[in-house]
């Protein structure tokens, strides 16, 4: 194939039925099989994007120089206009080999603006190729040109949902209950599902792919302003400020372990853990010095050697939560069945691509979930040492490994490396041979790792209270992120106890701006929703508390109600769909 060769969407899915790795960048089409096993972001990162124009995600975790590294992976042009976003392989798209396509007539053009919003439901792949022909000047190129036709569509209920015309936003707030709704449990779990997503489209622009490029083109426009006004230049005298603030709490944490206050010790080194894992968070987003060496050894130095956690299974996971986030089949940061349940998607089940395992719902769930609001802070007291565990599985893992044959080869031999550091100095040296009984050892490690839970209660903030529906592939990158994030509400005083985490939603939009200057953008991204009528949530950290327990509540009335359903069908002698 020629670089230059303008290859149809059918084209592409031939492609990809062939077992190709294909993704659209600007306006050309990756072939990225080479790249897929080498990428030090992770082999998902890539196939959650095959299909699919990936531009604003690529752009948004990539410096402008690894942009231009992708010229020797074009094989060819798409057709000019907006590309049909298809659903990637791996979360069950389906592509046909050229000789499977069949031909049919395209529809007429004036329908092409009420295209499905998952391309798989298309009649024929010719349809695909017509919405790939329009061109640009047929669509409204600013959101001004399309207020218009946004306001129309937010008038209507969207026809993709089966919810009732007439159900109003109180109604699609609250769970069935069981004298409201005695169908299956299958039934039942599809109705939860279908009302969080009608509240979706009643608060949130259309998916119509005209308004999302206009929200697209909108976004462009905001990242290139962020980029020509300087908010990517990292103030290295911030971090100055923060390592003096890191050196003050290990230093008190050293000098009270010295004269044998043990529990103060124990705190002070908690609060050394919490504050320094903000630093590691940016290293991993290369948001530091932009140089991919030397943000990943300021992460390992930082994650693996002081605090004992894998930077690299850190970047895996979080790399794939960027991409889809609040996705239950695939966002691993949500996926913590029996102990937790954000959507009722769990009910029926779900196997993560992630992970490659399925969270079936089983009996512990019904136990567990419906108390999740009041588990939630004791569980984040010692969410810690799950991390361990995870950190060591994924160093000693092939998939770690996996990156031998790229230029991040040395990655997970130093990772192990400053891993067993840690332990030596933690584990033996301190907690070992300085402190003097078991009674003490325990307490110090419960007291010092419960000290964290802050930290684990601000990841979790800015996304468990948030939506997990999915509206469909043609949904803009810009708009799912802040439709599935919400930020904290802080006076700048405080930014150093939340650590950059309390803009998470500007964080979402872009992940390589230094935390820093993650308030200042704050002003630009709220000017942006104003403009594209995407609400942006801003809560209060009492509030956003309330907001996530809420949404816990919720979710476990909902799993009381389902039990309810199951107990009505065997009562009755209802066999389950």
Request: proline share 4%; hydrophobic share 40%; with cysteine.
């Amino acid at each position: 194939m020629q670089r230059d060769e303008v290859l149809t969407a059918r084209a592409v899915e031939a492609l990809i039925a062939n077992g190709h790795i294909i993704v659209i960048f600007e306006d050309f089409i990756l072939k990225l099989d080479s790249w897929l096993e080498k990428h030090p972001g992770g082999r998902l990162a890539i196939l959650h994007m095959v299909g699919r124009d990936a531009t604003d995600e690529i752009k948004a975790s990539h410096k402008e120089k690894q942009w231009k590294t992708m010229k020797a992976f074009r094989i060819g042009r798409k057709i000019p206009g907006i590309w049909v976003q298809r659903t990637p392989p791996i979360r069950g798209g389906i592509f046909r080999k050229e000789e499977d396509q069949v031909s049919t007539t395209p529809k007429d053009a004036l329908d092409l603006l009420d295209v499905p919003a998952s391309p798989d439901s298309y009649e024929s792949n010719s349809l695909s190729d017509s919405v790939s022909n329009l061109s640009e000047a047929s669509l409204p190129t600013s959101l001004s040109s399309a207020d218009s036709v946004v306001g129309d569509v937010l008038r209507k209920t969207d026809t993709r949902t089966s919810v009732q015309d007439d159900l109003d936003a109180t109604a699609r707030s609250k769970p069935h209950t069981a004298k409201a709704f005695t169908g299956s449990s299958s039934a039942y779990t599809a109705q939860a599902e279908q009302d969080d997503i009608a509240r979706d489209n009643l608060a949130y622009p259309s998916v119509d792919p005209a308004i999302q490029h206009s929200i697209a083109l909108k976004y462009k426009a905001l990242a290139q302003r962020v980029q020509d006004e300087g908010y990517y230049t990292c103030r290295y005298v911030e971090y100055a400020k923060e390592a003096s603030r890191y050196a003050l709490f290990f230093g008190l944490s050293m000098f009270a372990l010295r004269n044998e206050w043990y529990m103060t010790s124990a705190i002070f080194l908690g609060l050394f853990w919490h504050q320094v894992m903000f630093t590691a968070h940016d290293a991993g987003h290369r948001a530091i010095t932009g140089n991919f060496a030397v943000d990943s050894l300021i992460g390992i130095l930082i994650g693996d050697f002081c605090c004992g956690l894998s930077i690299g299974w850190w970047k895996r996971s979080h790399n794939v939560h960027h991409l889809v986030t609040n996705h239950p089949e695939h966002d691993p940061d949500i996926q913590n069945v029996p102990l937790f349940a954000t959507t009722p998607s769990f009910f029926r089940g779900v196997h993560s691509t992630y992970y490659d395992f399925s969270f079936a719902w089983d009996k512990a769930a019904e136990i567990l979930v419906p108390y999740q609001k009041y588990t939630y802070y004791p569980i984040m007291g010692v969410a810690r040492f799950n991390l361990y565990l995870l950190s060591w599985l994924h160093v000693l893992s092939s998939k770690s490994g996996a990156l031998v044959t790229s230029s991040a080869w040395w990655i997970q031999p130093t990772e192990i490396v400053a891993m067993s550091c840690y332990w030596y100095i933690f584990g033996y040296l301190l907690l070992w041979k300085t402190l003097p009984t078991w009674g003490v050892r325990i307490a110090f490690v419960l007291l010092s790792h419960v000290i964290t839970m802050p930290l684990h209660v601000q990841i979790t903030l800015s996304h468990w209270g948030m939506s997990t529906s999915d509206l469909g592939e043609s949904e803009s990158f810009a708009q799912r992120q802040l439709r599935t994030t919400m930020d904290v509400d802080c006076p700048a005083w405080l930014d150093w106890i939340h650590g950059g985490l309390q803009f998470q939603a500007v964080h979402h939009l872009f992940p390589r701006v230094p935390r820093h200057n993650l308030r200042r953008l704050q002003t630009l991204v709220k000017e942006f929703c104003e403009d594209t009528k995407i609400p942006y949530t801003l809560l209060g950290f009492v509030d956003g508390n309330s907001h996530v327990l809420s949404r816990l509540d919720e979710v476990g009335q909902q799993v009381k109600h389902l039990v309810n359903c199951q107990r009505y069908m065997a009562e009755h002698g209802v066999r389950d769909l």
